[in-house]
């Protein structure tokens, strides 16, 4: 199976402040990654699909980048709403796998 | 607008047997792969096992196979996932989810969950 590793796997930010997040696979997967979103007690959602298309609804202050091994979300001015965890999803083969999680809180 | 409600979950014993429901509406069902997803208390997500739109194909995380089943009725528009020998680790909240299409596109909508903990 394919090992999906995020880092970091917390961080602490601010209202404003540019946040990045990286995810790194343990093969080539193209761009068959997705990022999603999830908040305490809430279904995950998603963000980003094919490493870099933004999902129909979602700001455009996110963002992904990527392809191969290495990929990166990226969340241009952190706004109250974005605190919560963040999962990458690998879609090129099964089984699938996501990353550990980076929890976004409040510096 | 798409909805998908999930059901069956509950407390069973160690070694006993679950049904769980995910029924969908808001869109074509047969149209569309689903999927199961779980997340133990306090954990992160686990992909658990995908169908195929019609041909019934099926996948599974290596932990659950053989003793889950994943099925689907698209005259029902209910996707299911029968749970046998249940393992106290199987304890998580287990979401459906819908693939956008086919089972190599994303999970665009998800259920809220439905927690099944695995007790004795």
């Known amino acids: 199976a394919i090992q999906m590793t995020q880092s970091p796997s917390s961080l602490s930010a601010s209202v404003g402040d540019r946040v990045t997040i990286t995810c790194r696979a343990s093969?080539?997967?193209?761009?068959?990654l997705d990022w999603y979103q999830q908040k305490p007690g809430k279904a995950p959602k998603l963000l980003i699909y094919?490493?870099?298309t933004l999902q129909s609804g979602v700001p455009s202050r996110f963002s992904g980048s990527g392809s191969g091994t290495d990929f990166t979300l990226t969340i241009s001015s952190l706004q109250p709403e974005d605190f919560a965890t963040y999962y990458c999803?690998?879609?090129?083969?099964?089984?699938?796998?996501f990353g550990q999680g980076t929890k976004v809180e409040v510096k | 607008e798409v909805q998908l409600l999930e059901s069956g979950g509950g407390l069973v014993q160690p070694g006993g047997s679950l049904r769980l429901s995910c029924a969908a509406s808001?869109?074509?069902?047969?149209?569309?792969?689903l999927s199961w997803v779980r997340q133990a208390p306090g954990k992160g997500l686990e992909w658990v096992s995908s169908?195929?739109?019609?041909?019934?194909?099926?996948f599974y995380v290596d932990s659950v196979k053989g003793r889950f089943t994943i099925s689907r009725d698209n005259s029902r528009n209910t996707v299911y996932l029968q749970m046998n020998s249940l393992r106290v680790e199987d304890t998580a909240v287990y979401y459906c989810?819908?693939?956008?299409?086919?089972?190599?596109?994303?999970?665009?909508?998800w259920g809220q969950g439905t927690l099944v903990t695995v007790s004795s």
């Open positions: 989810a819908r693939h956008s299409g086919t089972t190599s596109s994303p999970f665009d909508y």
């Open positions: 808001g869109f074509t069902f047969s149209n569309c792969a």
């Open positions: 169908i195929s739109r019609t041909t019934g194909i099926t």
């Open positions: 093969q080539g997967i193209r761009s068959d």
């Open positions: 094919e490493a870099s």
């Open positions: 999803l690998q879609d090129y083969n099964y089984p699938r796998t």
